[in-house]
């Protein structure tokens, strides 16, 4: 299974919890449960979907107390049902209650977006088409939301602004052109990027592939105009669909042929997945 990045994460996992405790600490748990209680708790589901952020919930309860016994019954990626447990906590009740709001944030947003990512993925599994990822993410979380996109079978288009070159409309407008604009970023970029270009009218595409860029988005078109793009383009440029892709229209999509289908709302309109902390 594709792993998390263990370095990231623990930054991650350190700004929570301060964010969370603040200078006080959780003072609901030290004014109420005393010193010395020891509980056990589990992580179970509520809902049917794709675990993620198993093991990073796992690493915010030993942030908090290293001396609590955890074991992990579900990993990141795993199919879960209702009533599935995914971890067991044994220890301080303190630590574990402390614990507790910081590991659900991450493991409930995370398997959400991991639960979404599989049903657009079992949508188009009868085509070759792939589902991606956008930078339509939480600031400060990309890494993680895309780890999710990953577990739920899924693909991870560019990660920033720094990995891939993507030219849009704007880029071009203030360039003066497609064909100026793919043009001057082959001349800036190295061997290793590749470099992507947006249409949104089919009238462009002779000009965008005059210049043979390696991916061509066709934004927010119809699916007629997408099987029209993709005979024009004839194998010359990977071919992306992108813009207003609902789950009921996905196959739809898919079907016409193309390579890829970038979706911004696995990412930033996910609900958060039902997961609960029961003593």
């Not at 093991?55 to 209702?82: M, N, T, W």
């Not at 470099?195 to 210049?211: F, G, S, W, Y």
Request: include cysteine.
């Amino acid at each position: 299974m594709y792993e998390m990045n263990e370095i990231l994460a623990r930054d991650l996992i350190e700004r929570a919890y301060r964010e969370d405790l603040g200078d006080a600490g959780d003072i609901t748990t030290l004014a109420t449960i005393p010193a010395d209680a020891v509980v056990t708790a589990r992580l179970n589901a509520r809902a049917e979907g794709v675990a993620c952020g198993v093991a990073l919930a796992a690493d915010c309860f030993a942030f908090v107390d290293r001396g609590l016994d955890i074991a992990l019954f579900k990993k990141d990626g795993d199919r879960i049902a209702p009533k599935d447990c995914l971890m067991e906590i044994r220890g301080s009740a303190r630590s574990i209650l402390t614990a507790e709001r910081v590991a659900l944030n991450f493991s409930g947003r995370l398997s959400g977006i991991a639960t979404l990512t599989a049903d657009y993925v079992a949508q188009v599994a009868h085509t070759t088409a792939k589902i991606c990822c956008t930078r339509k993410t939480t600031p400060g979380l990309r890494a993680l939301e895309k780890f999710a996109v990953k577990c739920g079978g899924g693909m991870n288009h560019r990660f920033g602004l720094y990995d891939a070159v993507m030219i849009k409309d704007n880029h071009i407008a203030a360039c003066g052109g497609i064909g100026a604009a793919i043009d001057r970023a082959r001349e800036q970029i190295g061997h290793m990027v590749k470099i992507e270009v947006e249409i949104d009218r089919l009238a462009d595409l002779e000009e965008a592939l005059a210049h043979h860029p390696d991916i061509i988005m066709l934004d927010n078109m119809g699916n007629d105009d997408l099987r029209e793009g993709i005979a024009i383009i004839a194998g010359r440029a990977k071919v992306e669909a992108s813009g207003s892709v609902s789950l009921d229209r996905v196959a739809s999509i898919a079907e016409t042929g193309v390579d890829l289908i970038s979706v911004g709302r696995l990412t930033h309109s996910a609900p958060n997945f039902d997961l609960g902390l029961d003593f």
